[in-house]
C-alpha cells in the first residue's frame, strides 16, 4: 500500500461520512450539510421556510425577501471527530432586488503523515503533517415576480484542498418560492448543486480525472396552524433519483458477509420505506416572534444510522432560538448513533437596528 493510497483512502472516508448518502454519487459533499443551527434542527435540509433568517439562503435563494436587508448571519458546527465547519451570510437589497453573500467553509484538521510502513516521510525523527480544508463562495439573487411568488439564483466556486490533493470547481443554485397571502402557507423548489468540476483531484493516464457534482432536487411545504403557534414542515430532497439506499463500493447490493465468512442477503427497503427516504418532517413551536423550539424526523438517516440491538435517536433532531436584545442566537443538536451527537450554533442580527 503506497501512501498515495492512504491519502485517498482518508479522503474517501471523509466523503462517505459527509455523505450519509448512497455511496460514490457526488464530489464536494459539504455543500449537503446543514449551514445554520435552524436548518440542522429541521433535519438537515428546509427550502420552505419564509422569514426573516437570512441563513436559509444557503437552502434556497428564492427565500430572500425584504426582511432578510442587512442581516448577518454566523453558523458554527463542531461535527464529528472533531471536524469543524460553518458559514457566514449578509443580506442586502436594492428596491425588489434581493442579494446575499456568503461562504461556507470545513476544516478536518491536521493530520500526522506517515509512509505505508508507518514511518516518517524522508526517514527522519521530525514528524509531518498535512491538512484538509473545503471551501464555497456564495453569491444570490433573488427579485419577487408578484402574488406570493419570489424566484432566485446563487452562484458557488468551490475550493477543496487534501493534503497535495486540490480540486476546484462550480455550481449553480435555482429556487422558487411562494408565500400565501394570510402568510400561513409557503413553499419552495430548488434545483441543487448544478456544477462541474473544473479541476479533479488527481490526474492519470487518461488524463484529468472529473467526478459529478450531487444534483438534487428538492420541493418544501410548511404550513403554520391560524388558531395556534405550530407549523408543520415537510421537505421532499432526492427528486431526481429514486433509490436512496447506501450501497458500499466494495460489496454487491445483493449480499454481504457475516463474521462466519459466510453471505447472507443484504435487506432491500421497501416501497413505503424507500419513498419515506426522500422525505424530512418538522414541527417548529413558536410561542412568539422571536422563539422558536423545533424538532425533526429525518428518515434516510434514522434507516442508515441505526444499529440493531442499540438504541438511539438517529434520524431525529432538535433545536430552539431566542432573540436577546438585538441578536438572534440558535442552537441545535442531532444524534447520529447513541453518544454520537452533532452541536450548531447561530448568530445573527439585524443592522437595521442599529441605526441611532
Known amino acids: 500500500m503506497t501512501r498515495n493510497t492512504v491519502i485517498t483512502a482518508i479522503v474517501f472516508s471523509f466523503v462517505c461520512l459527509m455523505a450519509n448518502a448512497q455511496a460514490g454519487r457526488g464530489v464536494y459533499a459539504f455543500l449537503d450539510l446543514p449551514t445554520s443551527s435552524r436548518t440542522a434542527a429541521l433535519g438537515g435540509s428546509n427550502v420552505s421556510i419564509f422569514d426573516h433568517d437570512v441563513n436559509f439562503v444557503f437552502q434556497n435563494p428564492a427565500l430572500l425577501s425584504e426582511q432578510t436587508d442587512k442581516v448577518i448571519g454566523l453558523n458554527y458546527s463542531n461535527y464529528l471527530a472533531d471536524i469543524n465547519y460553518g458559514s457566514a451570510v449578509y443580506g442586502m437589497n436594492f428596491g425588489k432586488n434581493y442579494l446575499a453573500f456568503g461562504a461556507q467553509y470545513m476544516n478536518y484538521g491536521k493530520f500526522l503523515e506517515k509512509t505505508e510502513t508507518n514511518t516518517n516521510p524522508g526517514g527522519g525523527d521530525d514528524e509531518t503533517f498535512f491538512s484538509a480544508q473545503d471551501l464555497a463562495l456564495y453569491a444570490s439573487y433573488a427579485r419577487p415576480l408578484g402574488k406570493g411568488f419570489t424566484a432566485g439564483a446563487t452562484f458557488k466556486p468551490i475550493f477543496s484542498h487534501f493534503e497535495t490533493y486540490t480540486s476546484f470547481g462550480f455550481a449553480f443554485d435555482l429556487g422558487a418560492s411562494y408565500l400565501s397571502p394570510n402568510k400561513l402557507f409557503s413553499a419552495g423548489l430548488v434545483f441543487r448543486n448544478i456544477g462541474t468540476q473544473l479541476k479533479g483531484y488527481y490526474s492519470d493516464e487518461e488524463g484529468q480525472h472529473y ?28 427528486l431526481n433519483r429514486w433509490n436512496l439506499q ?12 457475516n463474521g462466519d465468512g459466510e453471505e447472507q442477503s443484504r435487506k432491500q427497503p421497501g416501497f413505503f420505506d424507500m419513498a419515506f427516504r426522500h422525505a424530512i418532517i418538522g414541527v417548529d413551536f413558536l410561542p412568539g416572534e422571536n422563539v422558536y423550539v423545533t424538532v425533526a424526523y429525518n428518515h434516510r438517516r434514522h434507516q442508515e444510522l441505526s444499529i440493531d440491538g442499540v438504541r438511539s435517536l438517529a434520524g ?21 448513533q447513541t453518544g454520537l451527537n452533532a452541536y450548531m450554533f447561530t448568530l445573527s442580527t439585524s443592522l437595521n437596528e442599529f441605526r441611532l
Open 211 to 238: 467526478e459529478p457534482l450531487d444534483f438534487d432536487i428538492q420541493l418544501g411545504l410548511s404550513q403554520k396552524l391560524k388558531h395556534a403557534p405550530i407549523r408543520f414542515t415537510l421537505t421532499l430532497h432526492d
Open 316 to 336: 431525529f433532531s432538535f433545536g430552539a432560538g431566542i432573540k436577546v436584545y438585538k441578536f438572534h442566537v440558535g442552537f441545535s443538536m442531532t444524534q447520529f
Open 246 to 257: 447506501y450501497q458500499s463500493t466494495n460489496q454487491p447490493v445483493s449480499s454481504l458477509t
